[in-house]
Nanobody, 121 residues
Framework: QVQVVESGGGLVQPGGSLRLSCAASGRIFSINDMGWYRQAPGKQRELVAAISNGGLANYADSVKGRFTISRDNTKNTVVYLQMNSLKPEDTAVYYC??????????????WGQGTQVTVSS
């Protein structure tokens, strides 16, 4: 079985920073893209940032220049999201996503349980 676990959410003032972490674990044979999505109340889940196993990153226009996604160089199953210059509109539940293959299986999308990020004064 595979687990995807996020950490690092919380309450921060506008202009502040937070760093989210996500680790995938279990009988993982290979892992492709990892990324972060978010869902605000009353809105659809949207892509925030994603990174390939080769390190190629892409971002939503709304977070470009403020957020940085990265993967652990030694643990390819760990991804981070550094969020700077946070705005109230960044408030949402942030979900980690991993596209991976378990031993003997096919590529499947896995999701974490989500971590709340609240930007408010």
């Amino acid at each position: 079985q595979v687990q995807v676990v996020e950490s690092g959410g919380g309450l921060v003032q506008p202009g502040g920073s937070l760093r989210l972490s996500c680790a995938a674990s279990g009988r993982i044979f290979s892992i492709n893209d990892m990324g972060w999505y978010r869902q605000a109340p009353g809105k659809q889940r949207e892509l925030v940032a994603a990174i390939s196993n080769g390190g190629l990153a892409n971002y939503a226009d709304s977070v470009k220049g403020r957020f940085t996604i990265s993967r652990d160089n030694t643990k390819n199953t760990v991804v981070y999201l550094q969020m700077n210059s946070l705005k109230p509109e960044d408030t949402a539940v942030y979900y980690c996503h991993a596209n991976l293959r378990v031993y003997g299986g096919s590529l499947v999308d896995y999701w974490g349980q989500g971590t709340q990020v609240t930007v408010s004064s």
